[in-house]
């Protein structure tokens, strides 16, 4: 019996997958641009199909520990970084693990830190530069890809609401329990990384999102070179939106007030299409969570001149999220129909 299941368990290893760029056109370029927990779990879901992955990531983080590092060492923020460094490497599981450690409260000035963050503190202290401890961290890691900051300018993100009013702070900004007009960096001048601009320019497919929109999401393409960039490649471009609402950013807010939050921020023609999630979730496992969620979805085939995929996305036991493998393989496929279709 147990040979029979092993047999099993090794032929649907190797089962035909039409997903699989093995039995398309081989590796693709993937460049994913976002931060937080959004993008780091599209990165695990990725690694499936294909070795060339590139994270864009924003740098306005100043909440928790990144917010301390940054006033104390005088530096970018670690955290998204330590996230997509962790996703990405093929050691993901227990690097995550381990990078996600944080230090208990009484730990002295180590309370709330994971330890991921302290080990990028430690060598942009050692070499004096955040490119280079992110390099150095390629290496020592062994990650599939590349994780690049979407800037190397020290920015503050600054919110205006509806009522006037505005706020500076990444961390501050879903707190103030008010109704988003925009978003904007506390000073002009911003430049794009150059790696990052480069992976943009030779990338085969450009993913946009998820993660919170407002906060990790729009900040990258606030930066004038990375949107410009984005606009003037050739890859196919699509805009994953989130499974639902995010309290302090995008509560009531429908799919099409997502992609023209996005067309407000930074122009059109960044995306073709639009990823949609099609599964409503009113029961779950983590019935907490369900409080918290208000699943959102789309019953056009098309929004303006975007083209709109729907398809079950969630994550059935975190409603909050995407299901990491199912996002991953219909991105591929929705990749390979648009390569085939030219």
Known sequence: MDLRKNIKKWWLSIAYDPADPRYGRGEIK?????????????????????????????????GKSSGVIRKVFKTLPPGDIRKCLAALS???????????????SGSDFLSGHPLGNIWLAALIQKY?????????????LDIVGNVYPSTLDNVQLVAKFE?????????????????????????????AYRKAVVAINDADLIIIGPGSLYTSVIPNLLVPGIASAIKGCRAA???????????????EMTIPDHIQTVENHAGKDLFDYVLVN???????????????????????KNYHQY?????????????????????????????NSVKESK
């Open 30 to 62: 993937i460049v994913a641009i976002g931060g937080g927990t959004g993008i780091s779990n599209l990165l695990r879901g990725l690694k499936k199909y294909s070795r060339d992955i590139t994270a864009v990531v924003a740098m306005s983080d100043a």
């Open 90 to 104: 093929d050691e993901y599981q227990l690097l995550s693990e381990v990078f996600e450690y944080r230090f208990p």
């Open 128 to 140: 004096g530069s955040f490119e280079k401890a992110i390099d150095v961290s390629h290496h020592l």
């Open 163 to 191: 009522d006037g009013k505005q706020i500076t702070g990444e961390d501050k900004i879903p707190l103030a329990g008010k109704r988003i007009k925009r978003v904007f960096f506390n000073k002009a001048g911003v430049r």
């Open 237 to 251: 471009k699509l805009f994953v939106a989130n499974c639902s609402t995010e309290r302090g950013e995008t509560e």
């Open 278 to 300: 099609n599964k409503i979730l009113r029961r779950s496992k983590m019935t907490s969570k369900l409080g918290e969620v208000n699943n959102i979805t789309y019953g056009e």
């Open 307 to 335: 083209k709109i995929i729907c398809c079950d996305l969630i994550d059935r036991k975190l409603p909050l999220y995407h299901d990491r493998d199912k996002l991953a393989k219909e991105i591929i496929l929705l990749y």
